[in-house]
Nanobody, 120 residues
Framework: QVQLVESGGGLVQPGGSLRLSCAASGFTFSNYAMSWYRQAPGKERELVAAITSVGGSTNYVDSMKGRFTMSRDNAKNTVYLQMNSLKPEDTAVYYC?????????????WGQGTQVTVSS
């Protein structure tokens, strides 16, 4: 059974930090590129950051560069998102996604999300 379980969300004051985790099971984690998305109320889901299957390359949306750091530990089947200098506009449900493309076939898995609220 494939599972992606996010954790680490919560309420934090502006300027604070949170570290999100996404634990994977039921598939070969090291074969999949991983990404974090977020969805704020009334808005579309948007990409936050992505990392290759072996962690050799990480990309961030411009507004998150310098504040967010994504990493993965393939030995623990876990991906992380360290979020610093949080702003109220970072408030959203954060989701992790696993994706693998083999030929023309793409396999995608999503987690259930974890709520991040940035407020004083």
């Amino acid at each position: 059974q494939v599972q992606l379980v996010e954790s680490g969300g919560g309420l934090v004051q502006p300027g604070g930090s949170l570290r999100l985790s996404c634990a994977a099971s039921g598939f070969t984690f090291s074969n999949y590129a991983m990404s974090w998305y977020r969805q704020a109320p009334g808005k579309e889901r948007e990409l936050v950051a992505a990392i290759t299957s072996v962690g050799g390359s990480t990309n961030y949306v411009d507004s998150m560069k310098g504040r967010f750091t994504m990493s993965r530990d393939n030995a623990k089947n876990t991906v992380y998102l360290q979020m610093n200098s949080l702003k109220p506009e970072d408030t959203a449900v954060y989701y992790c996604k696993a994706a693998r493309v083999v030929g023309v076939w793409e396999t995608v898995y999503w987690g259930q999300g974890t709520q991040v609220t940035v407020s004083s």
